[in-house]
Each structure stands twice: as C-alpha cells, then as structure tokens.
C-alpha cells in the first residue's frame, strides 16, 4: 500500500510540476491498437515508475515505451475480459479513485503552504535547544533536514484535517 501512495503521490506531484514546454512536444510516442500513447503519459509514467529516469536517454526511454505498451496491451485484454465489473476490482477501482484524490489535495496544499529554508532551520533550532537540555547527541542539520521537511508538510496535512474535522458532521454509530 506504501508504493501505491508512493505511486500516487509521485503522479499527482509530476502532474503538477511537468513543465508547460512539454504541452508543445506532446506527440505520439507510440500507437497501441489504434490509441496514441502521447509523450505526456509516457513522462507521467516514467515517474511514478522511476522519479529519476533519465528520458532523454534513448535506451531508457525505449525500456520505458516498451513498459508502457505491455501495461497498456495488459489493461486492454483485462478490459475485454471484463476484469473491471469484478466486486473487488470495482472497490479497489473506488478506493484508489479517492487516494488519488486525497493527494492531489495534499499536492495542493503543500504548493500553497511551500517550506522556506528558514522554517525548516528554526524547527531544527527549536529541537536542538531540547536535545542540549537532556544532554543528547545533536546531529547536523543537513542529515536531519529531509525528515524534518517531511514531518512539517505532515503537520501541514495534519492541521488541515484537524480544520476539516471541525466543520465537518461525524458519526459513530454504535
């Protein structure tokens, strides 16, 4: 489940970042049983695969379009099969539908609350002073900032929810 919010997260990340340029390149990249494959996808694809795929290189980018058609020739014959009107395909379909969602909400709020160098500093300041008081090993600021970055944009999300969860009308029926 990890690699599936990994997964997503990275698509909705890529989809809001990939550069307008491409818009103009947008071409077919391949043709699969009469559907283009746009050189759009193909990007999206590669990075929910592999964030660092060097598309550029022509023996990646071929290992890429040559993963792309056998998914793609996958999901045709599991649609002609009929695989998609399966109860639990029907519900994981509906479950992934809403993490999709829910992140590309996520990407959106951490676009409008960005991370500033400073904030990020100050927090490692603010842990440091605690970790002087207890006498406890201090690491270095640029071996912690990843993971500081990261448990901010969770609290980000964090209080967002929280925000939510005060308008919002919740049941437990018992």
Request: cysteine-free; charged content about 25%; overall charge neutral.
């Amino acid at each position: 489940m990890t690699t599936i919010k990994s997964s997503i997260s990275a698509l909705i990340f890529s989809a809001l970042i990939l550069p307008s340029a491409f818009a103009d390149e947008d071409k077919a990249v391949a043709i699969i049983n009469g559907d283009p494959v746009m050189t759009s996808e193909l990007l999206t694809y590669a990075k929910v695969k592999n964030a660092r795929a060097d598309l550029s290189n022509d023996k990646i980018r071929k290992q890429m379009i040559q993963a792309y058609v056998g998914r793609e020739l996958l999901y045709q014959d599991a649609i002609a099969q009929k695989m998609d009107q399966l109860p639990i395909v029907k519900l994981a379909l509906e479950n992934q539908r809403h993490e999709v969602i829910s992140q590309a909400l996520i990407a959106k709020i951490v676009q409008e609350n960005p991370l500033t160098e400073e904030s990020v500093r100050a927090t490692y300041d603010k842990k440091v002073a605690e970790l002087k008081a207890d006498n406890k090993e201090i690491p270095s600021y640029e071996q912690v900032k990843p993971q500081i970055a990261e448990l901010m944009i969770k609290q980000t999300v964090a209080e967002y929810i929280q925000t939510l969860q005060k308008k919002a009308t919740i049941e437990r029926p018992k």
